[in-house]
């Protein structure tokens, strides 16, 4: 049952503009539409149900077993949704300017969005030994492959002698990538974020546990109202602060999806975002006498070549032949659930058509 939330009630009413709310969706709507349903905003997730907003109040959808009632598609954080005006259930998910997905973690590997409608995402690292350049291809390759491109943002430049040195082999994974490095304990410092940070634009923090994501969020929002955790001594790993996905309207009209932590980032059908991060290799590659060259004692090999001549990084080579594959284990792994889910949903199907109505209903 749909149950009414008070929408910000610390806060001035909201409009569906405020939340973001463009021609493009208004495209999607016909006038029929907008006189009987009433657009949406998925702004949290729940593990029982989702919270929308309407920018004047929010609404509790219940959640099926294949997302939310009555929508034949798992929604993300971001999403919009159509509100049937008279009952207040999603009647239609609307087409997506972008998402972010990936393999869900555990044995079932379905796949699972993260967040939709994001104009930037910000993948956030620190300036401490949790800096990686491996993983941060990961989260690159994430958001290429999504279509929106992304600004490093590197937390804990305070702890650290030379932060610009973390700036400088961030840049390296892709020419002309903006990396900011920023103290999220000091406005100032996170004012370098402002060209991104505009009224209606939707933004998305991604990034593993403790690495400061939640006090960027606190610095950007004017306000500590977020609960920061502290990092673990000895291995300067984070805690969890963060628990569920969540949109947040800042003072300054900026949307910002905030994620927890992510440890197990998995790629799925990522192929062409992990195509756009390692270009250079890519074109390597097409160099290549043999189509399907395996670039390890295959003749007049232009990647080999290359890693003798000193022109291409052995750590990139290695993490994006780690990624390829991974992303192909991926597709299969998702697969192979999606063809179990329509062999269970079939027999379910012959099941009930087999029933005979009992002409009584108890």
Same mark, same amino acid.
């Given at each position: 049952?749909? $149950?009414?939330?008070?929408?910000? #009630?610390? @806060?001035?009413?909201?409009?569906?503009?405020?939340?973001?709310?463009?021609?493009?969706?208004?495209?999607?709507?016909? &006038? @029929?539409?907008?006189?009987? *349903?009433? #657009?949406?905003?998925?702004?949290?997730?729940?593990?029982?149900? =989702?919270?929308?907003?309407?920018?004047?109040?929010?609404?509790?959808?219940?959640?099926?077993?294949?997302?939310?009632?009555?929508?034949? $598609?798992?929604?993300?954080?971001?999403?919009?949704?159509? *509100? @049937?005006?008279?009952?207040?259930?999603?009647?239609?998910?609307?087409?997506?300017?972008?998402?972010?997905?990936?393999?869900?973690?555990?044995?079932?590997?379905?796949?699972?969005?993260? &967040?939709?409608?994001?104009?930037?995402?910000?993948?956030?690292?620190?300036?401490? $030994?949790?800096?990686?350049?491996?993983?941060?291809?990961?989260?690159?390759?994430?958001?290429?492959?999504? /279509?929106?491109?992304?600004?490093?943002?590197?937390?804990?430049?305070?702890?650290?002698?030379?932060?610009?040195?973390?700036?400088?082999?961030?840049?390296?994974?892709?020419? /002309?990538?903006?990396?900011?490095? =920023?103290?999220?304990?000091?406005?100032?410092?996170?004012?370098?974020?402002?060209?991104?940070?505009?009224?209606?634009?939707?933004? =998305?923090?991604?990034?593993?546990?403790?690495?400061?994501?939640?006090? !960027? !969020?606190?610095? !950007?929002?004017?306000?500590?109202?977020?609960?920061?955790?502290?990092?673990?001594?000895?291995?300067?790993?984070?805690?969890?602060?963060?628990?569920?996905?969540?949109?947040? =309207?800042?003072?300054?009209?900026?949307?910002?999806?905030?994620?927890?932590?992510?440890?197990?980032?998995?790629?799925?059908?990522?192929?062409?975002?992990?195509?756009?991060?390692? &270009?250079?290799?890519?074109?390597?590659?097409?160099?290549?006498?043999?189509?399907?060259?395996?670039?390890?004692? $295959?003749?007049?090999?232009?990647?080999?070549?290359?890693?003798?001549?000193? @022109?291409?990084?052995?750590?990139?080579?290695?993490?994006?032949?780690?990624?390829?594959?991974? &992303?192909?284990? /991926? !597709?299969?792994?998702?697969?192979?659930?999606?063809?179990?889910?329509?062999?269970?949903?079939?027999?379910?199907?012959?099941?009930?058509?087999?029933?005979? #109505?009992? /002409?009584?209903?108890?």
């Amino acid at each position: 049952m749909n $149950e009414s939330l008070s929408a910000f #009630p610390h @806060e001035p009413e909201r409009t569906i503009s405020d939340l973001g709310w463009s021609d493009f969706f208004q495209g999607q709507c016909t &006038a @029929e539409d907008l006189e009987n *349903l009433l #657009p949406a905003r998925v702004v949290s997730m729940h593990r029982g149900h =989702v919270v929308v907003s309407t920018g004047s109040e929010e609404h509790l959808l219940p959640v099926a077993d294949k997302g939310i009632l009555r929508l034949n $598609e798992q929604p993300a954080v971001g999403d919009w949704v159509l *509100l @049937e005006k008279s009952t207040m259930l999603p009647a239609r998910l609307l087409d997506r300017t972008s998402v972010f997905k990936r393999l869900a973690p555990g044995a079932g590997k379905g796949v699972q969005p993260i &967040a939709a409608n994001v104009d930037t995402v910000f993948i956030v690292s620190s300036c401490t $030994e949790e800096f990686n350049l491996n993983r941060l291809e990961r989260y690159l390759c994430l958001a290429l492959d999504s /279509g929106v491109e992304p600004v490093v943002v590197l937390t804990k430049a305070d702890l650290a002698e030379d932060p610009q040195n973390y700036c400088r082999r961030a840049e390296t994974i892709r020419q /002309g990538m903006p990396v900011m490095a =920023v103290n999220g304990h000091d406005p100032e410092s996170v004012k370098v974020l402002e060209p991104w940070c505009r009224p209606g634009q939707t933004i =998305v923090m991604l990034g593993s546990s403790g690495v400061g994501k939640t006090t !960027l !969020l606190n610095a !950007l929002n004017g306000s500590n109202i977020h609960k920061v955790g502290d990092v673990r001594k000895g291995d300067g790993k984070g805690r969890h602060t963060t628990t569920r996905r969540t949109l947040h =309207v800042l003072p300054s009209g900026v949307l910002l999806v905030d994620v927890p932590g992510i440890r197990e980032l998995q790629l799925h059908e990522c192929r062409d975002g992990i195509a756009r991060a390692f &270009a250079d290799i890519t074109e390597l590659e097409q160099q290549c006498r043999f189509a399907d060259c395996s670039h390890e004692n $295959e003749p007049d090999c232009a990647i080999r070549m290359a890693l003798q001549d000193g @022109e291409v990084d052995p750590r990139r080579v290695d993490n994006y032949r780690k990624l390829l594959e991974e &992303a192909d284990e /991926g !597709l299969q792994a998702a697969s192979g659930k999606q063809r179990r889910n329509a062999a269970r949903a079939a027999i379910a199907r012959r099941r009930g058509a087999g029933r005979k #109505p009992s /002409g009584k209903r108890r």
